[in-house]
């Protein structure tokens, strides 16, 4: 199953105050993939996911959700079709596992509704499909960063939302829980065709789990395409401003991108 919402952000400038940080921008993200959004800091990533859900209004320009403007649309209609999960989520305190994944249903609750089997359903496969179910209970600030991590996306999860849109998912997790997210957001993708669009930091793992890699730089996109087209040594120098080698990873069969320090070139030889 794959969802075909399409998502895309036309001519779109954003900023804060007299700060300009995305300009006349162009993007369309690919229905029921997985995308990751990755650039140098503050190129304007998180802004662009901020707008995308309508948390941020552009200066000039649209982001269109098949073909209706999403600064438009009713909140409601739109946390129907689309969840976010944003940098560093704040957790209420003393809230359960469960309390937490069920307001993931505001969205399907109207002024005089009350909490029905389809919410409780929905909030069961939400802790089902993310291996949470044996933690509802527990406090969630009482869980472990991989887990707690988890959580929040069941909360997305529990929204029923077919487009899912994560602001730097992995930050602050160890490499087994950045691989442990990554992993359920592939799975979640493939078993539903939910369109997941994420800002990652580590270029190496965007490229081993997206379809799509969109590489921003000044303020608009530098390249777009598949892993193999967007991470290569010249996109690499260019943004980063790395020297850098690209070889096959050897698990995957994608990029995997070395980066080449000063001390690492082969241009200094080691101290006697």
């Given amino acids: 199953m794959t969802t075909d919402h399409l998502l895309l952000a036309r001519d779109l400038t954003l900023g804060y105050g007299e700060r300009t ?3 006349h921008l162009d993007l369309a993200l690919l229905p029921g993939k997985v995308t990751a959004i990755v650039g140098a800091n503050a190129s304007g990533k998180s802004t662009l996911l901020r707008s995308m859900s309508r948390l941020l209004t552009p200066r000039a320009g649209q982001v ?7 600064h438009r649309m009713p909140a409601k209609q739109l946390a129907r079709l ?28 109207g002024l005089f509704s ?15 499909a993310t291996r949470t179910a044996e933690l509802a ?29 994560l602001d730097e998912p992995t930050t602050f997790l160890d490499v087994s ?15 539903r065709g939910i369109t997941i669009v994420m ?25 777009s395409g598949s892993p193999a087209e967007v991470l290569t040594e010249d996109h690499v120098r260019e943004v980063f401003g790395l020297a850098n080698r690209i070889i096959l990873d050897p698990v995957s069969g994608t990029p995997l991108m070395l ?4 001390h690492h070139g082969g241009a200094q030889s080691a101290p006697a």
Avoid: F, K
């Fill in 137 to 165: 209970e527990r406090p969630v600030d009482e869980l472990s960063g991989g887990q707690r991590q988890r959580v929040w996306i069941a909360m997305a999860l529990a929204q029923g939302t077919d487009l899912l849109l």
């Fill in 177 to 191: 829980h950045q691989v442990e997210v990554l992993d359920l957001l592939t799975d979640l993708n493939r078993a």
């Fill in 259 to 262: 980066p080449i320090g000063r």
């Fill in 199 to 223: 800002v990652l930091h580590d270029l190496n793992l965007a490229a081993r789990y997206c379809d799509q890699l969109v590489m921003i730089a000044d303020g608009t996109v530098h390249a």
């Fill in 21 to 23: 940080v995305i300009e």
């Fill in 64 to 70: 269109l959700l098949d073909g209706e403007q999403v």
């Fill in 82 to 109: 689309l969840g976010l999960l944003p940098q560093a989520p704040i957790t209420p305190e003393g809230i359960t596992v469960a309390d937490l994944v069920g307001r993931g249903r505001h969205p399907h609750q």
């Fill in 114 to 128: 009350r909490w029905s089997t389809a919410d409780d359903e929905a909030v069961g496969a939400a802790l089902d």
